[in-house]
């Protein structure tokens, strides 16, 4: 009966470089492996049959073609409804499952999800360049068989219809994803996706993921646009899109595309006046300061993004590790090293924040600034 509690259901198409890590990953806990492959041309299904005979997995095999990715989506879920599993995990080619628990303790805690919950939202994590790892929230688990239906209204980053109740799993297992090795299908989406988003219905999420779209293709002006369409887009109240965030990516294309300071800083001020402010705004203010000579201007934020502390999963859809663990250190020592004549005050701390940046990286630049700090 454990075998038929979880499944994995990813949907594939030219993926023979990441496969076979995906699914070998989930060995220890799931052992029905559903596919919807939407043509391959390469030696995806090869390895698929492979890798699942190797580990003694049930695979479900369905293939077909692509439509749109809510419409497959949806394609593939109807498919995995006739495999006779309770729950599915969403994976995509590139993931890796990490758990920490046993496979008893994580299916005990599975099976005990109320009948009510259709939907468990499930941490991503991903390393994104060198040390730098980010980690987002995302419904990557459903209840099957529970008419769960992604919205056509969306047709790039899907979004699932009628998500009421949902259960955070986040701190049960994480799905890993090397961006840097695995990323590059991606790279080949975005102009296919622009085309489609710029056709799609006027809404604030689509917006967002247009900006989105653009800034991965280093159109900052573009970025900055349409990030500003999606703060101004109230239409969408079921959008799921967090509007610190956009502040926050309209400040970080104003300093891309060298829009003026004042413009720069309403944005990232905007964000953070938020009662949990990221730390992206106080990270991108800083450097903003820095790269305008404009240190004093800086200083009010100083405290505020030293004391920050950061998000645990269950507080936020979204966290940047490597600001949260070093970048800030870095900026704030550097802010308060050039102040440290006409402020004072603020010394200590930004003594403080420079051994932990020499603690956290090393860097020469922070030892060179901790000589600055004690001489």
């Known amino acids: ?130 040390n730098q790892i980010s980690e987002h929230n995302d419904l990557r688990f459903i209840r099957n068989n529970s008419n769960c239906r992604y919205d056509l209204s969306y047709p790039v980053h899907e979004k699932f219809l009628n998500v009421d109740l949902n259960l955070n799993l986040s701190n049960l297992f994480n799905l890993y994803q090397d961006r840097v090795k695995n990323g590059g299908s991606s790279i080949t989406r975005y102009d296919s996706d622009i085309e489609k988003l710029l056709k799609a219905k006027v809404s604030k999420r689509n917006y967002y993921f247009l900006a989105q779209s653009y800034m991965c293709k280093q159109d900052f002006e573009n970025g900055f646009r349409y990030n500003l369409l999606s703060l101004e887009t109230k239409d969408d109240i079921l959008s799921n899109i967090d509007e610190k965030f956009t502040l926050v990516r309209i400040g970080f294309c104003g300093m891309m595309c060298k829009k003026s300071v004042d413009i720069i800083y309403k944005y990232l001020e905007m964000a953070i006046a938020h009662p949990s402010p990221p730390i992206d705004a106080f990270v991108y203010m800083f450097k903003t300061s820095i790269d305008n000579n404009c240190f004093e201007r800086a200083a009010p934020y100083v405290k505020r993004a030293f004391y920050l502390e950061k998000p645990n999963e269950l507080e936020s859809t979204l966290v940047n590790n490597e600001f949260y663990d070093y970048s800030r250190w870095n900026l704030i020592s550097i802010i308060c090293l050039f102040l440290k004549n006409k402020m004072p005050e603020l010394v200590d701390i930004g003594k403080l924040a420079c051994t932990k940046a020499v603690n956290a990286r090393n860097n020469p630049i922070d030892l060179h600034n901790l000589k600055l700090y004690m001489s």
């Open 1 to 130: 009966m454990s075998d038929n509690l979880l499944g994995v259901l990813f949907m594939v198409k030219n993926e023979e470089n990441s496969i076979q890590k995906s699914i070998e990953s989930i060995s220890k806990y799931i052992k029905n492996v559903i596919v919807f492959d939407t043509g391959s041309t390469d030696n995806t299904i090869n390895i698929i049959k492979k890798v699942c005979n190797d580990n003694n997995f049930v695979l479900h095999l369905k293939q077909g073609n692509f439509i749109s990715f809510p419409e497959s989506r949806n394609e593939a879920i109807e498919f995995a409804e006739k495999v006779r599993v309770k729950f599915l995990l969403l994976m995509d080619a590139g993931d890796e499952f990490r758990c920490d628990k046993s496979k008893k303790s994580l299916l005990d805690i599975i099976e005990k999800i109320p009948k009510n919950i259709k939907f468990g939202v499930v941490k991503q994590v991903w390393l994104e360049r060198s």
